[in-house]
């Protein structure tokens, strides 16, 4: 199944929000409940492509779901065609094509995502044809979008979007269509000694047509200045053609040319850093103690060495207390030497929130780093999340889908959006985004917490019975046991409850299970003063689970009373 498509398009006199599903003709919603509202929603993103009824049946219901799925397809189908006033039999919408499925047939106009011009960067090909030299042309690649994230004429698509499309097959235009961007970035890198060739070509959309290339000959020395002054090149070029009344772009700083072996460790460092795996953290870590020892004030060195420190931190790789320290010490440093480096700020904002439990500090640096970044959606998505905590609903939404439209096409995106969605108290669109995520990446595990605690918090106990079960058949660790045996406690199913519990707390003898999993449990048993100790266990070792603490799902029987009022207090979050 293809990706989801994302955004707002027109077709007729119809606008379709393909994110919420809502559908207008001349201002006025048209409305169609949840089942054909998503096979539109599919049908459209894949205009001009045949949509089997297989591909809609797996779209609504999963294997374990025992419907009529012909009566069911037929059903979204006619229902579709109604709310569009489309006639099967001269089809002005859907197309039927007997026996094999439907077809989008009108021509669909995509709303443009940002109010700049968007670009994705494509990896960089290795024309040495030495995999032992990819890691150049990819580290190269997430300079570039790193450098064009920094330019506020234009927004650029995260790295982790356009990974998938390494050695694709994909032409251009279904590219940008996929990612919704005006123009689409190609390059190629060469190393030969101490020597470095490096080209780019910008493609522009609607028409299609080139409208920048260039080559680049340099030492290795100096290969990262260059890839920053292609980065303004293809952004002046972009907002030449696509803005050209728009702000100038802001004057470039210099940069400094560093030896040849830092240059190199620096793209391999970025490289492995951009696995997102504990082993290629542990490798570029190697690499950026290389270059604190020869280069201690090469301050992108510094940032991104802090940045692998936290991740270290926060993915539970290494104890949270012994690393975050060190990060934010880099991090500081960094900022010393450069003060215009997004993710050195970035780093103290969650230092603040994480080490210090400062949500003001956290905001400002956050605010800081999205100044010096626009294009980058961590930051973005951190932003919304500190929002969130301090109960500023509308502006956190905002955020989170920005975020997503920045990086539309990677799994931690697409779940951290629908976790936000429930932690904002929007349950139906919350649900949606798990289901997109699933669609997208049907092993993920986090997106069926979100379908589960959705379901639940709507009063439908059997859909989020059956949600959470799945996630617990994905992986039996602490959040999954957790949850199931709170839900399993407020449904009476006491003895199932404590049979998960017993798991728990044998993962919590080995360090699997932080005070809060702990908590949730006792909360569905009705053990409320138990729960309460746990979650005091928990503000006693910092946990930042708490700060998410109002708005968590399972801690519903515990909102009432007043140590969990004073808890909150204590932590600065605005209640929920």
């Not at 979204?76 to 007997?98: K, M, N, Q």
């Not at 080559?215 to 290795?220: G, I, K, Q």
């Not at 905001?363 to 929002?387: G, Q």
Request: charged letters at 25%; a neutral charge.
């Amino acid at each position: 199944m293809m990706p989801a498509a994302l955004g707002r398009v027109t077709f007729g006199a119809f606008e379709l929000d393909l994110e919420s599903g809502t559908l207008r003709k001349a201002g006025r919603v048209r409305k169609l409940r949840p089942q054909p509202s998503r096979v539109l929603c599919f049908l459209v993103g894949q205009a001009g492509r045949l949509v089997s009824r297989d591909e809609i049946r797996r779209l609504l219901w999963d294997d374990s779901t025992f419907v009529e799925y012909d009566t069911g397809v037929d059903y979204c189908v006619h229902r579709i065609r109604s709310v569009l006033g489309d006639d099967a039999r001269s089809p002005r919408y859907v197309e039927t094509l007997p026996r094999r499925g439907y077809r989008f047939i009108a021509p669909v106009r995509h709303e443009r995502s940002f109010e700049e011009p968007a670009v994705a960067v494509l990896p960089f090909s290795n024309l040495n044809r030495d995999p032992e030299k990819d890691y150049f042309a990819d580290g190269l690649t997430d300079a570039l979008i790193t450098e064009l994230a920094r330019i506020p004429a234009v927004r650029v698509i995260s790295r982790q979007s356009v990974l998938h499309l390494k050695g694709s097959s994909l032409k251009l235009d279904e590219i940008a269509r996929d990612l919704r961007v005006n123009g689409v970035v190609e390059g190629a890198a060469l190393v030969e000694g101490r020597r470095v060739r490096v080209s780019a070509q910008l493609v522009l959309m609607d028409p299609e047509r080139h409208a920048w290339a260039h080559s680049y000959d340099c030492d290795l020395s100096a290969v990262l200045a260059t890839q920053c002054e292609a980065a303004r090149a293809i952004a002046g070029s972009i907002a030449a053609a696509l803005r050209p009344a728009g702000p100038a772009l802001p004057p470039q700083a210099a940069v400094k040319t560093v030896a040849p072996e830092i240059a190199e460790a620096y793209l391999k460092a970025r490289a492995e850093f951009d696995k997102m795996t504990a082993e290629g953290i542990g490798n570029a870590l190697r690499h950026f103690r290389e270059i604190n020892l020869r280069a201690p004030d090469f301050a992108p060195g510094l940032a991104l060495h802090a940045a692998c420190l936290f991740m270290l931190g926060y993915w539970g790789h290494a104890p949270a207390g012994e690393v975050y320290p060190g990060a934010k010490h880099l991090a500081l440093q960094a900022v010393a030497v450069d003060d215009g480096l997004g993710t050195a700020h970035l780093v103290l904002a969650w230092m603040d929130l994480l080490l210090d439990w400062d949500l003001g500090a956290a905001l400002r640096e956050a605010r800081r780093a999205i100044e010096l970044s626009p294009s980058d959606p961590d930051a973005h998505s951190f932003h919304s999340t500190l929002l969130c905590f301090t109960g500023d609903k509308p502006e956190a939404t905002r955020e989170v889908q920005y975020a997503l439209k920045l990086n539309p096409a990677a799994l931690l995106p697409n779940q951290y959006a629908a976790w936000m969605f429930l932690h904002l108290g929007q349950h139906a669109r919350a649900e949606a985004q798990a289901r997109r995520t699933i669609e997208l990446f049907p092993d993920s595990l986090q997106p069926y917490f979100v379908l589960g605690w959705s379901a639940w918090h709507r009063g439908h106990a059997d859909d989020a019975v059956a949600a959470l079960e799945k996630a617990l058949s994905h992986s039996r660790e602490a959040l999954s046991l957790s949850y199931l045996a709170h839900v399993y406690g407020r449904l009476g199913r006491t003895d199932e409850a404590r049979l998960l519990l017993r798991e728990l707390e044998e993962l919590r003898t080995r360090g699997q299970c932080p005070p809060t999993a702990m908590a949730v449990v006792h909360a569905g048993l009705g053990e409320i003063d138990v729960a309460f100790d746990w979650l005091e266990k928990a503000y006693q070792m910092r946990d930042g689970y708490l700060f998410w603490l109002p708005g968590a799902p399972g801690l519903e029987p515990l909102r009432p009373d007043a140590r969990f009022i004073d808890l909150v207090r204590r932590i600065g979050v605005s209640p929920a």
